[in-house]
Structures are given as structure tokens and as C-alpha cells.
């Protein structure tokens, strides 16, 4: 399969930056969409970011104009510019992937990382 790991995740008092980032690693034939998402206490997860191959994005209304999401399709990295941070952003984030890898045939995959911490004080 394809393992995602994270790191970057911290903390951090409103109004700073934090930088996330993502590798995948495996037999990864090719990776279509990576994004981010995250997860606060007693809520679901959500999609905060996403980028296609082609570097295509996709943002949640909360976030736009204050991250940035990229990626390295050479690297197979993704990574989430965090900037105006804001104490409604604390919450675990997880990296996702998704794509082709090779085990015996050509195959499809979907991971996750297991989570970053961000917690962001007012």
C-alpha cells in the first residue's frame, strides 16, 4: 500500500503561521488527489484543502484567503500553508491520498497519515 506521514503540526496564537507537510511513500504508480482535512473534538471530519495532479484546488469557505495548499508530484509531498490562524482552526489534520500502486498489478489506493496536531490560542 502507500503510507502517508505528516509533520509541522504545533502550536501556534492566533493570528500565526504554521507550515504542514505530507510524504507518500510505497509503490505509488501515480498519486490523482491529495488534500487535507481535519478533525476537532466532538466534530466530523472535514475537507479543508485539496490539489489534483494538474494542481487543481479546492479550499473550505473557512479557509480560503488564509491557506495555501501545494504539492511535489516528483516528491509525491503535500504540503498546507497555514497563515491568519485562528483559534476555530485547533484541530487534528490529516494528510489524503489517493492514486494507483503496484502490488502484483496496477491497483488503486487510498491513505491517510495519522494526524497532526495544530492547536491555534487566543
Known amino acids: 500500500q502507500v503510507q502517508l506521514v505528516e509533520s509541522g503540526g504545533g502550536l501556534v496564537q492566533a493570528g500565526g503561521s504554521l507550515r504542514l507537510s505530507c510524504a507518500a511513500s510505497g509503490s505509488i504508480f501515480g498519486i490523482n488527489a491529495m488534500g487535507w482535512y481535519r478533525q476537532a473534538p466532538g466534530k466530523q471530519r472535514e475537507l479543508v484543502a485539496s490539489?489534483?495532479?494538474?494542481?487543481?484546488?479546492n479550499y473550505a469557505d473557512s479557509v480560503k484567503g488564509r491557506f495555501t495548499i501545494s504539492r511535489d508530484n516528483a516528491k509525491n509531498t503535500v504540503d498546507l500553508q497555514m497563515n491568519s490562524l485562528k483559534p476555530e482552526d485547533t484541530a487534528v489534520y490529516y494528510c489524503r491520498a489517493e492514486g494507483l500502486f503496484v502490488r502484483d498489478t496496477i491497483r488503486s489506493f487510498t491513505s491517510w497519515g495519522q494526524g497532526t496536531q495544530v492547536t491555534v490560542s487566543s
Open positions: 490539489i489534483t495532479s494538474g494542481g487543481g484546488t
